[in-house]
């Protein structure tokens, strides 16, 4: 397929990765700082946007991102609501500073018009939907309004695929689709941005990262459609659950796709009446606290020359030298 246009999937090494740097996170903020070094983030830095609507709520942490474990170690967040949430629930080195995806670069793609990018909401590798023929009926509702778009596509998350997800139905009903996001692929980030960036629309049947990144792009953004969800006992399945039965409770009830649906509202109409609102999208992202260059280095303690090892070690420094070189290394 020739369009859209993607770069390759580029997976780390499972044994570097270590679930640490999901979707190429680390790599992103490297390029946006022009660092030479060999990158490396010893701190949480949230990878998915929470849903707004939980940002005062009960349920808003310990979230999939920040563990209770977490409460003495860095943790970077998208929004300062969250910040402060985390504060106050006893987390000690929280800030926030946006999400990744605002530090991507222009991709330098063109927008398809009258292109459609659908995004149904996505499960995790070995963790399904309670429903599945919820997903039948949701491709019925693609193929029924296929013919208002010069060219359809489908992102399907590698977590469906590796589920046997979406692909079936979509193929079924002559819907093209391409691998969509894969936590260990190194230019997911990248990926999703020139995904986003070369459709018109993008429609999608519940939350998740991609409406920010949708709208960020500049994208019109629609919102409707059956839903699949997992059971309380899948949920509880994801490592970034927790095992957060509360939390678990919450995601998988009624209370939260109506408060989804009170969110989104404003989005929900056909495909080809979306709304682009790149303001929403710099909101939810938190792009009001995005760093510098050198903001992002001094936050995660990058120097300038790469690593603080390459800053010299003297012998028979008196105490002004030493206060001054630890002085340094602290600013580091």
């Known amino acids: 397929m020739e369009f859209p246009k993607l770069p390759p999937v580029d997976t780390a ?12 996170a680390t790599r992103v ?14 701190a949480v830095w949230q990878h998915g946007c929470m849903p707004p609507w939980m940002d005062d709520g009960p349920h808003s942490f310990p979230s999939g991102h920040v563990s209770i474990e977490s409460r003495w170690f860095p943790v970077f967040v998208a929004r300062q609501a969250e910040a402060l949430l985390l504060a106050n629930a006893g987390y000690r080195r929280v800030k926030a ?8 670069p222009d991709v330098g793609v063109e927008r398809r018009p009258g292109s459609l990018l659908v995004v149904p909401v996505h499960s995790l590798s070995g963790i399904g939907f309670a429903d599945l023929a919820v997903m039948d009926a949701y491709a019925d509702h693609i193929a029924s309004i296929k013919k208002s778009f010069s060219t359809v596509v489908a992102s399907v998350h590698s977590g469906c695929l590796a589920n046997g997800y979406w692909t079936r139905q979509f193929d079924a009903r002559g819907i093209a689709w391409v691998k969509g996001a894969e936590a260990t692929d190194q230019n997911a980030l990248l990926r999703m941005k020139m995904l986003f ?27 409707g459609g059956p839903v699949p969800i997992p059971s309380q006992e899948q949920y509880l399945m994801d490592p970034g659950s927790g095992n957060n039965l509360d939390l678990a409770s919450y995601y998988t009830s009624p209370r939260f796709l109506q408060e989804e649906a009170e969110f989104l509202a404003h989005f929900r109409r056909h495909p080809s009446e979306g709304i682009a609102d790149i303001a929403l999208g710099e909101s939810l992202l938190g792009h009001d606290v995005k760093q510098t260059p050198q903001q992002l280095m001094d936050t995660f303690r990058w120097t300038t020359i790469g690593k603080i090892a390459d800053i010299p070690i003297r012998v028979g420094l008196n105490l002004a030298q030493i206060r001054n070189l630890l002085r340094t290394l602290l600013r580091r």
């Open 13 to 24: 090494n499972p044994n570097e990765w270590q679930g640490h740097d999901p979707y190429g």
């Open 97 to 104: 500073i946006g999400l990744p995806f605002l530090y991507l």
């Open 29 to 42: 903020a490297a390029a946006y700082c022009g660092y030479q070094g060999r990158p490396h983030i010893n």
């Open 197 to 223: 960036s070369q459709f018109e629309y993008v429609t999608t049947n519940g939350w998740g990262s991609h409406i920010p990144y949708a709208l960020f792009s500049g994208a019109k953004l629609s919102f």
